[in-house]
């Protein structure tokens, strides 16, 4: 099954195919979206990884309400200025607040990125236009956070960016531990303390 999963998600990666994906169900892409941050750091080569984020960006800057629909994906949208302006219930759930205490309010404010590998993404990422993506170890004892994440920053029309990520209590639940993380494909790994 993993198998197939993955051939389908490479086979929507094909520029010729990419289109094809947003005739499926809203609910379909975002299983798709889902699969992709799953097998993201399984695959050794950053040129698939950098396909299947191509294809994560087409599915949401053609329909961000695909997001209403991740059950195990957070994601939360930011303007130009890191306002926020959309999160979904995932990462509400998993931020445990409410949406009208997080709208509106700086992304910064929300997390302890500050001056942080992660917020120097974020800046690359509006800066560039280009997507960013790294997996994250994540400790705060005090807030009872203590685990791994995949964080994809996309950007989003108007100079905002698209964040999501995806949970793992341990790093084997989100990468392959074949990967040599001195490689030049390895992927980027931040360290939050």
């Known amino acids: 099954m993993q198998v197939i999963r993955r051939n389908e998600l490479l086979h929507f990666t094909r520029p010729e195919r990419r289109s094809e ?24 080569s950053k040129e698939q990884r950098d396909e299947l984020l191509g294809l994560v960006q087409t599915i949401l800057n053609d329909d961000q309400s695909v997001s209403s629909q991740f059950s195990t994906v957070a994601y939360i949208v930011c303007d ?3 306002k926020i302006t959309y999160v979904n219930k995932v990462w509400l759930d998993r931020s445990q607040v409410d949406a009208e ?5 700086v992304l910064y404010e929300e997390r302890d990125y500050l001056d942080s590998e992660i917020e120097q993404m974020y800046s690359m990422v509006m800066e560039t236009r280009l997507i960013g993506d790294a997996l994250v170890r994540y400790r705060n004892i005090e807030k009872g956070y203590d685990g791994w994440f995949a964080l994809v920053v996309i950007p989003l029309d108007e100079g905002g960016i698209g964040v999501l ?26 360290h939050l303390q």
């Open 21 to 44: 994906v947003l005739e499926l169900s809203l609910e379909r892409r975002a299983e798709l979206i889902e699969n992709i941050l799953m097998y993201l750091y399984t695959l050794q």
């Open 101 to 105: 205490l997080t709208l509106g309010r």
């Open 80 to 82: 130009s200025k890191l």
């Open 165 to 190: 990520s995806k949970f793992g209590a341990t790093k084997e639940e989100l990468t392959d531990q074949s990967i040599d993380p001195n490689s030049p494909d390895a992927p980027r790994f931040i």
